[in-house]
């Protein structure tokens, strides 16, 4: 058994306040989420010791083990999650309240990170709306004490003196695994256990490992030093632009390591500092405090229907930190420091029939589609308007891959009784936004066409993204265009995209998101300053291009962005009878949009496109409308729903028709909304 240390419970302490201050979106720290990086190393350091201080001493019981486990983590964790299917019922539409009845099923097998894992995507719902996020990295530590009690066992009792070149060859594979995932599978990497398990093992070789202990006061502080400047370096430095975990992890992971090892020897400036009472203490409620602050900030964003001020972060701060006081003085402390007053069995119990409420009332959820019931009709209408888009036309036919369109697997659209595609619509989601639409539009004049979209991916030739997530927008593109050219049928090219994160590269007032850097082969750097010339760069080459393949282009202009999930606002200020200014201004839309606006005009007079302007039939003198009595426009804060595109088929009409002139000049009444549109047909 390894002996106390305040030291760990200390930094326990930085570690948790990283992460509360990084999603309170707390000043510089960007990096905040290191700190659960920081809890894993903890984590295999304790973990691994205890067990292989036990399986060393012949003491090691399986059930011993996992009723400290059920001891320590299954009180407060089942809390918490009452509590949030308390708050859900209460605050979440139906949709949302449904999707927590699944994260509150997975999180009860300790299997949430593969649910979170399986739902990441360009579409997927915000983090924001998902109470039990933080439980994914519960369930990779849950799935670590799982597997790694039989692991020590098997290598202690065969393997012996391997113990230590077993666990730095698994430490490796994870960590060659984790870093080969960032590209291609970047939500792999971060959710599932075998792309984390290296960290965990960072703390356990320091267990298995002869290191010398530093034995003076000048090599401690050092050692400690460094490592505690690590992790606040990282904390600062990082931000969700970052890939990881991978090499960025070993910063923080090292780090801890560092500062759990100078505090092996004695004192330093460090350990004084962690071992102070205030600072033991944040350590000691941790478990705690991390679950409770977001579910706590979640819900607070529910209710308020906005995002939060610094102050009102502050002080749900400071209630986090009293619940978690009071978590850990209630329901933490008597299953783990009274163990006489539960037995083992009562431990089990208990936590099996805890487990089994949970289970149900997750299923139940589920099942009852979140309880529709519970909201009044305009509400769930309003709601409802989230659903307005074809999500199975979506998923069918996006993001192929550069080497299935050179194959010619693209979906149709338009009508099934033309004789082949004559046009091709070519963009990124916000042309699936419009698809629908265009298709109707397309079958009303006899025409098909195909559908050549990435979400992410600009029609922008020799532009690639760099983010965080693998996109190849250059490789596809590419492939897109020598389709175009070698079908001589295709006469008509459709470009759609949101061309603002490409030429200003910064998210819309409270999207969440991380910035977009988009670079060329003329590019000198990559960073926000450049976006707007790689953007018109593209956009030429693009053009010429298809202007060599003597195509007849339509570029349509962006669609005004919301800056807030506007089905959900909408619904939300009607069920909680909220004042909330949700539409946006008509000078911040063109503020926001002048290079796009400036360089699509530009080019219209030198390459003799057509262009659409979608935002002379949205907006109006002041404000871009979001919705028309309880229907939204939109399906979240940036593209439209089918209610919403509909708005936009005067303008494409023309296109269809062979009339190239006059159609900036159509003019729609605002209270009139189009028919619901049929989904477009998909071969893929």
Request: contains cysteine; charged residues 20%.
């Amino acid at each position: 058994m390894t002996a106390y240390r305040p030291d760990i419970d200390g930094l326990r302490a930085i570690a948790v306040v990283a992460v509360v201050l990084f999603h309170a979106h707390f000043g510089p720290f960007t990096g905040g989420f290191v700190g659960v990086d920081v809890f894993f190393v903890i984590s295999g350091y304790l973990i691994v010791g205890m067990i292989v201080g036990d399986l060393r001493s012949g003491h090691f019981s399986i059930a011993a083990f996992y009723e400290r486990r059920l001891r320590r983590l299954f009180p407060a964790l089942f809390v918490v999650m009452a509590a949030c299917a308390i708050a859900g019922y209460l605050l979440f539409l139906p949709e949302e309240f449904r999707k927590f009845g699944q994260s509150l099923v997975a999180t009860s097998a300790f299997v949430s990170n593969y649910l979170f894992w399986s739902e990441a995507g360009y579409f997927d719902s915000p983090p924001e709306l998902k109470p039990l996020l933080h439980t994914w990295s519960l369930a990779v530590e849950e799935q670590f004490y799982l597997i790694f009690p039989a692991l020590l066992m098997i290598v202690t009792r065969y393997v012996k003196r391997s113990l230590t070149g077993v666990l730095i060859v698994i430490a490796g594979l994870s960590f060659a695994t984790a870093t080969a995932s960032l590209v291609k599978h970047p939500d792999s990497a971060f959710y599932l256990p075998h792309t984390r398990v290296w960290e965990f093992l960072i703390g356990a070789l320091l267990v298995v490992v002869h290191i010398p202990v530093a034995q003076t006061r000048s090599a401690r502080e050092l050692l400690a030093c460094t490592g505690l400047a690590l992790i606040v370096v990282s904390t600062v430095a990082y931000s969700s632009m970052t890939l990881f975990p991978g090499p960025a992890a070993a910063l923080p992971c090292l780090g801890a390591a560092m500062v759990i090892h100078a505090g092996r020897g004695g004192g330093s400036s460090v350990h004084s500092m962690l071992t102070a009472r205030p600072i033991v203490h944040v350590g000691l409620i941790s478990y705690s405090l991390y679950l409770w602050h977001w579910p706590i900030l979640v819900f607070a964003r529910a209710w308020l229907v906005r995002p939060l001020t610094i102050l009102e972060a502050t002080g749900l701060i400071a209630i986090s930190f009293l619940l978690a006081h009071l978590s850990w003085r209630f329901v933490e402390s008597p299953f783990r420091i009274k163990r006489q007053r539960y037995s083992r069995n009562q431990v089990f119990a208990f936590g099996a029939s805890a487990t089994a409420l949970m289970l149900a009332a997750g299923v139940a959820i589920d099942v009852r589609g979140g309880l529709p019931s519970r909201v009044p009709p305009d509400v769930a209408v309003a709601a409802a308007g989230a659903f307005d888009a074809d999500l199975s036309f979506r998923r069918r036919c996006s993001n192929f891959s550069p080497e299935q369109v050179s194959e010619d697997i693209l979906c149709k659209i338009g009508s099934n009784a033309a004789a082949g595609p004559t046009f091709i619509l070519w963009g990124d989601s916000h042309a699936f936004a419009m698809a629908s639409m265009i298709s109707d539009v397309a079958r009303d004049d006899g025409r098909a066409g195909l559908v050549a979209g990435s979400g992410g991916c600009a029609p922008l030739l020799g532009v690639s993204r760099t983010t965080s997530r693998s996109f190849p927008c250059e490789a596809f593109n590419d492939r897109v265009v020598d389709l175009i050219r070698r079908d001589a049928a295709i006469a008509t090219v459709i470009l759609v995209s949101r061309w603002s994160l490409t030429a200003d590269g910064r998210r819309y007032l409270h999207e969440g998101g991380a910035d977009t850097f988009v670079r060329d082969s003329q590019s000198q750097e990559t960073g926000l300053a450049e976006n707007g010339a790689v953007f018109r760069r593209g956009l030429e080459r693009t053009l010429a291009a298809l202007r060599d393949a003597g195509k007849r282009v339509v570029v349509v202009g962006p669609v005004p962005e919301v800056g807030f999930d506007v089905p959900t606002t909408l619904a939300r200020t009607l069920w909680f009878e909220r004042s909330f200014p949700i539409d946006p201004e008509r000078g911040a839309f063109l503020a926001r949009q002048q290079v796009v606006l400036d360089t699509l005009q530009d080019l219209q007079r030198r390459s003799d496109f057509v262009l659409i302007q979608p935002h002379q039939l949205l907006c109006d003198a002041a404000r871009c409308r979001t919705g028309t009595g309880d229907h939204s426009l939109y399906v979240d804060d940036n593209h439209l729903s089918i209610t919403g595109a509909a708005l936009l088929r005067p303008l494409f009409e023309p296109v269809f028709a062979m009339k190239a002139a006059s159609i900036e000049h159509v003019e729609v009444r605002f209270n009139v909304i189009g028919p619901r549109m049929e989904r477009a047909s998909c071969e893929c």
